[in-house]
């Protein structure tokens, strides 16, 4: 009886979690539109560089798609180059040949016993002359919220810097209005690029965010060598108060090692969490060189696997084949456009995700949903009594509750619940689904389908705790992953022997350790070794490849080029610990039978599979659609192959007597 109501309880859950995920879905489905942003300061030294026109390449450019220009803070350094300033050390200030300058800037003194002022200029220092009084209102205003009092004054046709000009030339002066206005009157957007200055105060910060062009609600993405968010690490919620009354959105740069993530990024996510769009670029050291095509594919899955909307577009410097320079950086915005349209994607405005996070009553029903699980799971091989059962289900369902008066990002019960159903579902869908005897390939491929169902309906469940505007985005990450990965490989073939070989479940702790000790009392035999060797070598590279900081040397180049395949015409890849090895293997393991030796060896690697669905599900950046997609893809390609495989293994192996299981 109470394995019925536990039943219900997880059916009636899994039913909600679908509402749940259909709302998800239509979320990432709506937000279809993809904006290119132009480095401006790169495509200034493109056009430089090879004597290329600006205006006619930036008016290309547009026509192919790019919507937005990154401008950089304005600098002194910018100022000289542009021609609107003249700088001066100091220590040329003493030259007789600046005799005649020094009597326009310093005029000279008729107090007796004080030196002429140029001989009181301290190095290192910088004299700066203004060609315009434009210029100068806004470099006083500049140096007056981020220098010190002392660290400049006001000389004849300029300033007075008591800085190098090595340092001096580098200063972030934030943005002046006529950068803004330059590319606005090209007809594209412009995204802010700001950097977080040391020493912050509260008047730098209120300067610096108030030379923010606000128009068209611009996309800000932080910059700077100390990669930080501007405000970090006193002042983030005045960043997030100003982002919020002038609906600007915050770029949240795609990484691809922890190490890389901006510092105060997470604490200004949470502040404004449906004013973020995630933006992806190529300027790691990996991809200084890469062609054209290959910057296309890794965008494109980005876009489609990792809610990307903001592409990074840093010009090519370098041709291709016999393109032009300008051809090779168009044949990428074309094949981008191409490769994305494909899939429902254009290029236009990011738009981010409106605010998206689980209900209350969604993250009761979905804990007693998994806790329903983990005690149907425990009644597999423990004769629990009702009462416990009950009180268990009881006691989750306040823990649930209370938990759910809290509504923030990071709740730890969520967290907790979703890795317990991580590692509960697919472990109880191998056991539940093993064979003991050998049975027919159609029957192998229908215990397959079945416990996919049981681990996606787990993924549902996963998916309607911890989907949110940040897991969607990957800024904030479901910690346990790789545990998910790894628990159904290691005891599901130890607890699908017991389950398939003990009879009498235990009713005691004493019973239930002596049955959890009987597979070790068979002789080991060596194609057993063997199985685990291979598996923990196996399970060593598949950690080390899962993720978004997969070691790019464990990649074969012939394993992208099918990756690339499988994309262009599957739409969703499907995983290969999956369809080459996880699913294939569980049908040989089922038309072998546990009871064989072989068969316990193909279930050991037959595990990944399961493991590898609920995985996927885990990793929430990936749209729901794509994963539901992926694992569709991997169910029949892996029955494909099993069949080619329990094929040619008859060939081999002695061939097993297909008989009615015995439990």
């Not at 062009?213 to 405000?231: A, I």
């Not at 290969?576 to 050991?604: N, T, V």
Request: proline residues 5%; contains cysteine; aromatic residues 14%.
């Amino acid at each position: 009886m109470m394995k019925k109501i536990l039943y219900g309880i997880l059916i009636i859950s899994v039913f909600f979690s679908f509402s749940a995920a259909w709302a998800r879905h239509k979320i990432e489905f709506s937000n279809d539109t993809v904006e290119i942003v132009l480095d401006y300061h790169d495509f200034l030294e493109l056009c430089q560089k090879n004597g290329l026109p600006e205006e006619s390449t930036l008016e290309k450019f547009k026509k192919h798609g790019v919507v937005s220009v990154a401008l950089q803070e304005m600098t002194p350094g910018e100022l000289y180059h542009e021609g609107k300033i003249i700088r001066i050390r100091g220590a040329d200030l003493g030259l007789s040949k600046m005799a005649n300058l020094r009597k326009l800037i310093f005029p000279s003194v008729k107090s007796a016993g004080l030196q002429e002022p140029w001989r009181q200029i301290s190095y290192p220092s910088t004299l700066i002359l203004v060609k315009s009084k434009k210029i100068k209102h806004w470099l006083f205003k500049a140096f007056s919220a981020l220098l010190k009092k002392n660290q400049f004054k006001i000389v004849t046709g300029g300033f007075l810097v008591n800085m190098k000009w090595a340092d001096l030339s580098q200063l972030e002066l934030g943005f002046f209005p006529w950068q803004a206005e330059k590319i606005a009157k090209e007809g594209f957007s412009v995204d802010p690029r700001i950097s977080n200055p040391g020493n912050l105060t509260q008047k730098k910060l209120t300067y610096l965010l108030n030379t923010i062009p606000v128009q068209d609600h611009p996309t800000v993405v932080f910059s700077g060598l100390r990669n930080e968010v501007l405000g970090y690490n006193r002042y983030i919620p005045e960043v997030a108060q100003f982002f919020k009354r002038h609906h600007i959105l915050y770029g949240y740069l795609e990484v691809y090692s922890p190490s890389n993530v901006q510092k105060g990024g997470l604490e200004l996510a949470k502040l404004i969490p449906n004013q973020i769009v995630k933006v992806q670029t190529l300027m790691y050291p990996p991809f200084y060189r890469m062609s054209p095509q290959m910057a296309v594919d890794i965008f494109t899955l980005g876009i489609h696997e990792r809610n990307v909307r903001v592409v990074y577009f840093h010009p090519f410097f370098n041709r291709f084949g016999k393109l032009s320079l300008i051809q090779t950086n168009l044949n990428f915005l074309n094949g981008l456009k191409t490769r994305i349209g494909v899939n429902h994607f254009r290029f236009g405005k990011a738009v981010p995700f409106p605010f998206f996070y689980p209900h209350k009553f969604q993250i009761i029903v979905s804990s007693l949903g998994i806790f329903a699980c983990v005690f149907l799971f425990i009644l597999l091989f423990v004769d629990l009594s009702i009462y416990w059962t009950a009180g268990g289900m009881v006691l989750a369902a306040i823990l649930a509750a209370v938990s759910s008066m809290s509504l923030r990002f990071q709740n730890p019960w969520c967290f907790g619940t979703a890795f317990l159903a991580g590692i509960t579902f697919p472990t109880y869908s191998l056991i539940l689904f093993s064979t003991k005897k050998p049975v027919s390939y159609w029957n192998a491929v229908l215990k397959l389908v079945l416990a996919s169902c049981v681990t996606v309906c787990g993924g549902f469940l996963v998916s309607s705790l911890l989907a949110n505007n940040l897991t969607m985005l990957a800024i904030e990450m479901f910690r346990g992953v790789k545990g998910v990965l790894v628990f159904p490989i290691l005891f599901a073939p130890w607890l699908a022997w017991i389950y398939r070989n003990v009879k009498e479940k235990a009713k005691t702790i004493k019973e239930l350790m002596i049955n959890l000790k009987k597979p070790f009392d068979n002789p080991v035999k060596f194609i057993h070794l063997a199985g685990l060797v291979l598996l923990g070598v196996a399970g060593l590279i598949m950690i080390i490849r899962s993720g978004n900081t997969t070691m790019a040397g464990l990649i074969p180049s012939f394993e992208k080029k099918l990756r690339i395949l499988l994309e262009f015409y599957l739409i969703a890849r499907p995983r290969f610990k999956e369809f080459l090895i996880g699913h294939p293997l569980f049908i040989l393991a089922a038309c072998f039978g546990l009871d064989s030796e072989w068969g316990f060896f193909f279930f050991i690697f037959g595990c990944i599979g399961q493991g590898d669905i609920l995985d996927s599900f885990a990793h929430l950046h990936t749209p729901l659609y794509y994963t539901l997609l992926r694992t569709f893809h991997g169910i029949w390609i892996g029955a494909i192959l099993g069949g080619i495989l329990l094929f040619l293994s008859r060939k081999i192996l002695p061939e097993p007597k297909i008989a009615a299981e015995s439990k």
